[in-house]
């Protein structure tokens, strides 16, 4: 069992360095890749808090997208 819970561990910790490296990239649109990787994180036995982190950043880009297509006068610096 401590085998499995190591490959679990693994799996995470991969899991993890894919999320920050698609976090810290330079593309804008990564919305997709997000939503896959909260997909898959969610099948991943372990607790993990930045999986509820992963998914409170895609609802905020979808915000983001959404306001900008209903206010395209307000494109803020902070917005880009």
Known sequence: EANSDGGAVAVHREWLGRMRAVLGGEDEDVTGTLLELATEGSRI?????????????????NWTAKAKKLVPSLRLAAWE
């Open 45 to 61: 036995p372990v607790e993990m808090d930045c999986l509820r982190l992963l998914q409170i950043e895609i609802d905020a880009r």
